[in-house]
């Protein structure tokens, strides 16, 4: 089992790891649509989610995987009328086959400016 470390890793202070890698496969904490400070990014969730979908690529590469990489992948929405826009972000970060997928709408995320997560399990291929 291998910590997974992204530079800057705002998740060290909280003593969680932005992932595991074991043996063939990276699990990927939840990321959020914030940046390199660890603040939620303005602009909704449009800017939330590219960011973390940008986040998610990082803590994947650092593992040895990608986007094209994952092969589960779990997200989390605090309003569930993003649903198009997310079906369209699946379409431009992920591809065929597409990976089986779990969407959740909740209460709240770590921060209350927070509007989605994503986490995933990729395989590690480098």
């Known amino acids: 089992m291998e910590r997974v470390i992204t530079s800057p890793d ?3 202070a909280i ?9 063939n496969l990276a699990f ?3 990321q959020a649509g914030y940046d390199d400070n660890g603040d939620i990014v303005k602009g909704g969730f449009d ?12 803590a994947l590469e650092a593992a040895g995987s990608s986007l ?3 092969i589960k992948v779990s997200i989390f929405l605090t309003d569930m009328s993003n649903f198009d ?35 995933a399990i990729g395989l590690v291929t480098a």
């Open 68 to 70: 094209k990489d994952v």
């Open 85 to 119: 826009k997310l079906v369209g972000l699946r379409k431009k970060y992920f591809t065929e086959p597409y990976p089986a997928d779990t969407l959740l709408e909740v209460k709240g995320l770590y921060s209350s400016e927070a509007v989605i997560e994503i986490e």
């Open 47 to 58: 800017a939330q989610s590219a960011q973390a979908f940008s986040n998610l690529s990082r």
């Open 15 to 23: 003593a969680l790891s932005q992932g595991i890698k074991v043996g």
């Open 28 to 30: 990927i904490s939840g």
């Open 10 to 12: 705002p998740y060290a």
